[in-house]
Every structure is written in C-alpha cells, then in structure tokens.
Nanobody
Framework: QVQLVESGGGLVQAGGSLRLSCAAS????????RAWFRQAPGKEREFVAI????????YYADSVKGRFTISRDNAKNTVYLQMNSLKPEDTAVYYC???????????WGQGTQVTVSS
C-alpha cells in the first residue's frame, strides 16, 4: 500500500524559509515523478512544482519560481520542497503527490500546513 507522509510545515514570518519533506513507502519510489501542490482557504488546489524520476529536471509554477526548490533523495524515498523568501500568499496546505504510470497524480499525502505571517 502506497503511503505519502508530509512534514515540515509550520508558522514562519514573511521572508523566512521552510523545508517540507514527503516520505514515501509501499512502492518503488525512484520510478515516478513527484510533485507538490497547495491549497489555500477558499481556493482550488494548485500546482507548485514537479521533479522527474531521476531528479534531472524540475518545473515550477510562476508564482514560486526563483523562491522554491524541489529535490529528491531516491535512497531515502523522500522528496523535498525548500521554500525561501516566503510571502503571506504562500499560506496554504501543501500536498505531495506521485505522478503514476498513467501520468495522473494517483497518490497524495495528507497535507502539511504552512502559514506565513506578515
């Protein structure tokens, strides 16, 4: 059974940094691309970043480009999201997801809350 567990969220002041982690189990982690999404109160879930199976390529939403970095450690079955220069508008629940064989996001974590105060 595939499980994704996020950690690292919290409360931070604007301009600060956080690093989110997403640990996977019950699967061959290195086989799939991994992504981060977020959902702010009253808004739809939105794409943040994605990294290819081997970490060679990463893509970002325009809103986080230059501030966030996605990375992965296949030996640890973990994907990370380093978030710098945080803004109040980054406040959301952050979710990691697996991009499965059909190119759909087939497994999701439970989410971790990130709150950025002004």
């Amino acid at each position: 059974q595939v499980q994704l567990v996020e950690s690292g969220g919290g409360l931070v002041q604007a301009g600060g940094s956080l690093r989110l982690s997403c640990a996977a189990s019950g699967e061959t982690f290195s086989r799939y691309a991994r992504a981060w999404f977020r959902q702010a109160p009253g808004k739809e879930r939105e794409f943040v970043a994605i990294i290819t199976w081997n970490g060679a390529n990463a893509y970002y939403a325009d809103s986080v480009k230059g501030r966030f970095t996605i990375s992965r450690d296949n030996a640890k079955n973990t994907v990370y999201l380093q978030m710098n220069s945080l803004k109040p508008e980054d406040t959301a629940v952050y979710y990691c997801a697996r991009r499965g064989p059909s190119q759909e996001y087939d497994y999701w974590g439970q989410g971790t809350q990130v709150t950025v105060s002004s």
